[in-house]
């Protein structure tokens, strides 16, 4: 499962900038880096622990969908799966 994206969106100055807005109290940015980071965790227990591809595909297009939704963020080409 190549999910590549997801640091690419940590890499730009967008992300870093939601993050900083966090941190000072924004409680829009706060509530996307909390649901971002946990969707991430349950993407990363369930690759850590091998999980059916469904799971992981249903985890990727959960986080597609949070990070779509942000309008400050750059649009990449999230992958996204029918699964």
Known sequence: MNVEFIEQLAN?????????????GNVKAALFINKFVSELNILCFHLL???????IRFQINSLN??????????????PRFDY
């Open 12 to 24: 730009t100055y967008e992300f870093s900038q939601i993050c900083e807005k966090a941190e000072k």
């Open 49 to 55: 622990n091998e999980s059916h591809d469904k799971k």
């Open 65 to 78: 969908e949070i990070m779509s939704a942000y309008p400050s963020l750059p649009k990449f080409s999230y």
